[in-house]
């Protein structure tokens, strides 16, 4: 029985793979065998983390912070000023890590709708010209506070070098309702290719932390990878 197998094995081998490789090769050089093609591009996710003050002090989310770095998950963080001057050395320790960007996120905080040009230069100017100093790297995207903005504002952020990139869909973080379970459920049922992920890292994200680590597995899972926002193939910038 086991010869009668083992020769059925070989027999099957043989008849299902008469690779000829001499041949082949000669009819790739004629140009009859096309190239294998390209590895098919992977789906792509971009993680975007708002760290945001404006009336009271805020702190990162070690929570989340920990599991980023230690996975070393690509993420970009959105800044606002004050919250980078409270929290400089941590940033600052930040930004020697690759797979991290800071970006700008305004320094008041304020909602910049309805604001004078003054106003916009000095508050967008003030938080790139801090992340510069803190990380010595430029900010390349602008978040506006609330994604509130007015045709000025968006017109001020592109004059000051900077692209307005916002979010593909909401995560609710910032609502105690939304628990870890709906937090997954809700993201994992609404990504697609090229999303931009908002969530919260200065601890108003209040299930974030718990909900990460099984958004990260079953993203994964699903065959996506997680790159910083400046890498996706296709930037949703606000125009
Ligand atoms: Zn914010």
Known sequence: MRVLLALSITFCSIAWYPIDLSSDREK????????????????????????CERY???????????YLL????PSTFFISGK??????????????YSFIEVENHSYSHEILKD??????????MRNSRLIEKVTRRKPR?????????????LEMVGYLGLKTVHWSFE????????TAE???????????????????????????????????????????????LKDLRKIPYVR
């Open 56 to 66: 009271h002090p805020s702190y990162f989310d070690f929570r989340i912070l920990n």
């Open 171 to 178: 995560s609710g973080d910032p609502d105690k309702e939304m």
């Open 83 to 96: 919250f980078l001057e409270r929290n400089n050395l941590m940033v600052k320790s930040l930004s020697y």
């Open 182 to 228: 709906k937090l997954i459920r809700h993201v994992l049922k609404q990504v697609k290719d090229g999303s931009v992920l908002i969530f919260h890292i200065n601890r108003r994200g209040w299930h974030t932390g718990e909900a990460l680590p099984a958004i990260v597995y079953h993203l994964k899972a699903r065959g996506y990878e997680f790159v910083l």
């Open 141 to 153: 995207f602008f978040r506006f506070p609330g994604g509130l903005y007015d045709k000025k504002a």
């Open 28 to 51: 790739m050089v004629r140009g009859k065998v096309s190239l294998p093609k390209k590895k098919r591009n992977k789906k792509q996710v971009a993680l975007t983390f708002d760290a």
């Open 115 to 124: 604001k004078s040009e003054e106003y916009l230069h000095k508050d967008i």
């Open 70 to 73: 230690e996975k070393k998950i």
